[in-house]
């Protein structure tokens, strides 16, 4: 069994009325395979984690573009169901059950997409 500690911090002092300064931590037990990959997206819609070859998961998701136009749209289906977008720079990480596959395209051009998936369960 292998730990990942995750932690998130929210900060601003100028958004809302009052300071925001929030932070939220984990330590998550990871019990089965851990995979880190990237994969060149396109403007056509492609697999890029297919659920059958995981289990419960925590993945983290990384448009490596610096080209705001190469946008990265994440699917829970082939060209279909958007779950999420991912401009240049931007991230997620999220926990997912596995039971559908997630796909990804590109807006323009071929951003890179850095995914890292902790299986959470053997």
């Known amino acids: 069994m292998a730990t990942l500690n995750v932690k998130l911090n929210l900060d601003t002092k100028d958004l809302f009325s009052d300071e925001l300064n929030f932070s939220v931590s984990d330590t998550l037990s990871i019990l089965g395979k851990s995979v880190r990959k990237t994969v060149a997206t396109s403007t056509s819609s492609a697999s890029v984690l297919a659920a059958a070859d995981y289990t419960t998961a925590y993945v983290f998701l990384y448009n490596k573009s610096t080209t705001a136009a190469e946008i990265i749209t994440i699917e829970k289906a082939d ?12 991230f997620a990480f999220f926990p997912w059950t596995s039971t559908v596959d997630l796909f990804a395209d ?9 995914i890292i998936v902790f299986q959470a369960a053997a």
């Open 106 to 114: 590109a807006a323009e051009g071929t951003p890179v997409l850095e």
């Open 79 to 90: 060209a279909g169901d958007e779950y999420m977008f991912l401009g240049a720079g931007e």
